[in-house]
């Protein structure tokens, strides 16, 4: 079984206890309900913004600890800061971490788009993430089938978010459909863990015409970011570069001062 089985075992279990803890109706109570989510395509096409979706992630299974000692508030006001175009925040506890209140604890703190980066594999967590506060779900094509994918996607658009869906290699393509508002493509071989860019670029041009992509995993350079941008990358989905660093806002901020000294 890999990585990926294993958290979307524990997932169904989680969701499954999540729904008798708090119902819908209880969810939309949430005074983060009633706001308009921003939204990601927006700021990506931004040109006073750079494209990154600056991640905050303080551990992962491949990688264990990668830095639990700072403050959420303080990293994800200095992404945005230095000009990233959205942040990206893992809410899975047990394997990442993150929790719900990550994205509460933010959310009125800056004024870009949040990422709710989770294993989303029912509808409960659609409105969830609306009432945390995010303004655009992730989900992956590798553990959803198309029916499902399609009435996720379709019921997070009815409430006002944005759907970011990431694929691992272009037999995951077909599952596209018309609420996908953009497509990431994860460097990462799920089955090896093994990052390449030239993933990204290799199936940059299966993507449907127009889709705004983004690159996911694996980028730690400028020169990265130039390589993604020949081949029609509209954003860039980065955590660990960052988070990895004493000063995750700061090491942003270097990187962010790099790109500009050469576009």
């Not at 870009?112 to 409105?127: S, T």
Request: no cysteine; net charge negative.
């Amino acid at each position: 079984m890999s990585i990926l089985d294993t958290i979307t075992a524990h997932k169904k279990i989680e969701v499954s206890k999540r729904k008798q803890a708090k119902t819908i109706d209880s969810l939309q109570e949430s005074s983060f309900y009633t706001r308009k989510p921003l939204s990601l395509k927006d700021f990506l096409t931004d040109k006073r913004k750079n494209g990154i979706i600056a991640e905050f992630k303080r551990k992962s299974p491949s990688k264990g600890i990668i830095n639990d000692k700072v403050n959420i508030k303080e990293v994800v006001t200095g992404y945005e800061k230095a000009g990233a175009s959205a942040v990206s925040v893992l809410t899975d506890t047990d394997f990442f971490g993150g929790t719900d209140n990550d994205i509460m604890e933010i959310r009125n703190s800056i004024g870009i788009p949040v990422l709710r980066k989770e294993f989303i594999i029912d509808e409960y967590q659609v409105y969830e993430s609306k009432s945390i506060g995010a303004d655009v779900i992730l989900l992956i094509a590798a553990i959803l089938i198309k029916d499902q994918a399609f009435n996720l996607a379709r019921l997070a658009h009815s409430i006002g978010l944005q759907v970011l869906m990431e694929f691992h290699d272009d037999n995951e393509i077909g599952i596209m459909n018309e609420y996908v508002d953009v497509a990431g493509i994860n460097n990462r071989n799920l089955k090896t863990f093994e990052v390449s860019l030239e993933h990204s670029a290799e199936l940059a041009s299966r993507l449907p015409q127009g889709i705004l992509k983004i690159s996911e995993s694996g980028i730690s350079s400028p020169d990265d970011i130039i390589f993604l941008k020949k081949y029609g990358f509209d954003g860039f989905l980065i955590g660990e570069n960052f988070m990895k660093a004493e000063m995750p806002a700061r090491a942003f901020a270097d990187f962010a001062s790099a790109i500009k000294t050469m576009v």
